[in-house]
Nanobody, 114 residues
Framework: VQLVESGGGLVQPGGSLRLSCAAS????????MRWYRQAPGKEREWVAT????????NYADSVKGRFTISRDNVKNTVFLQMNSLKPEDTAVFYC????????WGQGTQVTVSS
């Protein structure tokens, strides 16, 4: 199993970023996928989940209405569209899959600052 995130960077408050996570090594379309984040000095926290077929999504209250999780089961990729970014969204964002055990990507840094 391999999960590779991309798309992070520096953005001003109010801006947008789209994260991607390319998955391989398992039957992607069979599994729910999640995004987590970890801010400096804080524990890793769950951000969003999308079901295997993409029909069901769930979000942490802190990102609801601003972030959108989606997936492409042909390209084996999960996305996180982040709008109206705030400085408190600054974190390393991780892609996650649970296939008998937890798998994580290496993370991508998102920094929201003016």
């Amino acid at each position: 199993v391999q999960l590779v995130e991309s798309g992070g960077g520096l953005v001003q408050p109010g801006g947008s970023l789209r994260l991607s996570c390319a998955a391989s090594g398992f039957t992607f379309s069979n599994y729910a996928m999640r995004w987590y984040r970890q801010a400096p000095g804080k524990e890793r926290e769950w951000v969003a989940t999308i079901s295997s077929a993409g029909g069901t999504t769930n979000y942490a209250d802190s990102v609801k209405g601003r972030f959108t999780i989606s997936r492409d089961n042909v390209k084996n990729t999960v996305f996180l569209q982040m709008n109206s970014l705030k400085p408190e969204d600054t974190a390393v964002f991780y892609c996650h899959a649970r296939i008998y055990r937890d798998y994580w990507g290496q993370g991508t840094q998102v920094t929201v600052s003016s």
